[in-house]
């Protein structure tokens, strides 16, 4: 059972309801305008039975191909509520994650004074038991659910591994895979033998240098921070575990009891020639697992795009966040899916585009979500998306503003092109705070562009301003060829992921040049 105190923070800095769009609430919920009636009613449509239909049909997916080939929802920092430095672990978080299908999580574990905790080392987050950490996530896993994957970041000394492995064993039993499968090939094991599964990321250190990252490019990354969230960091003072405190920043060896644990996911950082080569076993473990940072593979991008992407179709491939994400910002997952990794793991602790991604490509799902064939590259054919924007109802109004001019802002991401489109802004006086604003804005824009699985469409709602930056208030986002076409209410969502009860009236045709 969750704590009340923890399940009220968990609601304000976790919860994302973009189901709403796949599972529309009752009719008799929802306010619309009188315009918006009038308009429905003058071409034909009931609004009640139009409330009924989901802007959103997710693709039912195959469950029997090899692990390679699957997009997988990922968690950074699963443990943390708030900012990766300055946050409060939890082991709520993960009962909240997994909940919403996340089947990649992270466990950062160390050895402190009070024995096995999991916590961001080096920061001023407050860490938790490592123990009721793994004991929420046995609790979270039933016998049917798609397969969860376990980063576990191991910083604790040899001597205290035989802990942890007794920990993880007592409290996940069966359902961790401590051993390969009797006849499934590790090449071809898929999501439906391991239903209901854990299977663990253990690192694998080889006897040849590993060059994961330069000290250039973290000493870049720390230098764009400077003057920003570090200052925030430096006037913040929290007490240090004095174990941790002492903890070398190298990394531990790993026990033949921990490493057997990894079997199907041992997890490496690039070495010399990774990309072009095979990595044979022996005398490397089977089932390798690339573990690479955000910014050693944004160093690769674009000049070796073909190469990653044929590196995936042999492995999976995890992509993690530069460190220097203080404020649990989010790196573009699309850019990395494109390049064909299968883990891109973000902070679930910020509702900002990255995720806003994240959602719409899992949204419906058992957070698998099988990869596309073509990943990128020219197109069999164009095709065209119509768009008529309508109007909206009930649109809350920001704080502290009764009047204020909104516009609706439209966007493409495509691997040819991204494109945009903007409505007429509309000014909106002595907008009452129960009802909110409706406005109508009845505009169309047609985008021409060549066809791809990893095309996403985002619709904003953002408050003009004449001397700042506009305000974002409302968004919707979701994989294009997961849209349900014609006349559909998209239920749009805060900028923290909440539902608000504005719904927006719009028609999405696609059509083949």
Request: hydrophobic letters at 40%; aromatic letters at 8%; proline letters at 5%.
């Amino acid at each position: 059972m969750i704590p009340e105190a923890s399940e009220r923070a968990l609601s304000v800095h976790l919860s994302v309801e973009t189901s709403i769009n796949i599972y529309p609430p009752a009719s008799d919920t929802i306010r619309l305008s009188l315009d918006i009636l009038s308009f429905l009613e003058q071409n034909g449509f009931d609004a009640h039975d139009l409330l009924k239909l989901p802007a959103i049909s997710p693709r039912v997916v195959d469950d029997t191909r090899p692990l390679r080939d699957y997009f997988v929802s990922s968690s950074h920092n699963t443990y943390l509520l708030a900012w990766q430095v300055l946050g409060r672990a939890a082991s709520e978080c993960y009962t909240h994650v997994l909940s919403k299908n996340a089947r990649c999580i992270e466990i950062d574990v160390w050895w402190s004074s009070k024995g096995l905790i999991v916590t961001h080392g080096y920061t001023l987050s407050r860490g938790v038991m490592f123990k009721a950490v793994c004991e929420a996530i046995g609790e979270a896993i039933s016998d049917e659910d798609w397969p969860v994957v376990i980063s576990l970041e191991c910083h604790v000394p040899i001597a205290h591994q035989g802990e942890l492995v007794d920990i993880m064993k007592g409290a996940w039993g069966n359902k961790l895979v401590q051993e390969p499968l009797e006849g499934v090939s590790g090449d071809t094991i898929s999501p439906k033998d391991l239903k209901g599964k854990i299977l663990l990321m253990v690192e694998y250190y080889p006897d040849e240098y590993c060059q994961e990252i330069t000290v250039e490019s973290e000493a870049l990354d720390c230098h764009s921070c400077a003057g920003t969230e570090w200052d925030v960091i430096s006037e913040i003072h929290y007490e240090i575990d004095p174990v941790l405190k002492m903890a070398s920043h190298a990394q531990p060896k790993i026990s033949d009891s921990l490493a057997d644990l990894g079997f199907y996911t041992r997890s490496m950082k690039p070495i010399k020639h990774w990309l072009t080569e095979e990595l044979p076993s022996p005398p490397h473990p089977p089932n390798i697992l690339m573990n690479i940072s955000e910014s050693f593979i944004l160093s690769m991008l674009p000049h070796s795009l073909s190469e990653l992407i044929e590196d995936s179709r042999r492995r999976i491939r995890r992509i993690y966040p530069r460190g220097v994400r203080l404020s649990s910002s989010n790196l573009d997952p699309l850019k990395q899916w494109r390049s064909g990794s299968q883990i891109v793991c973000l902070n679930w602790q910020k509702f900002d585009f990255g995720m806003q991604l994240n959602e719409a490509m899992f949204a419906g799902t058992a957070g698998w979500v099988e990869r596309p064939s073509r990943l990128t590259g020219v197109s069999e054919r164009k095709v065209k998306l119509t768009c008529d924007v309508i109007g909206i109802s009930s649109m809350p109004r920001p704080k502290e503003h009764t009047e204020f001019t909104a516009y609706v802002h439209a966007e493409l991401f495509n691997h040819s092109k991204n494109l945009d489109w903007r409505s007429k802004h509309f000014k909106c006086k002595n907008v009452p705070d129960d009802d909110g604003a409706d406005v109508m804005w009845d505009g169309r824009f047609e985008w021409e562009f060549e066809e791809d699985d990893l095309t996403f469409i985002r619709l904003r709602i953002l408050r003009h301003e004449v001397l700042s930056k506009d305000e974002e208030m409302l968004v919707f986002c979701a994989r294009l060829y997961d849209l349900a076409q014609d006349w559909r209410f998209i239920h749009l969502l805060s900028m923290d992921g909440r539902c608000t009860g504005a719904t927006l009236l719009v028609r999405f045709i696609i059509s083949e040049i």
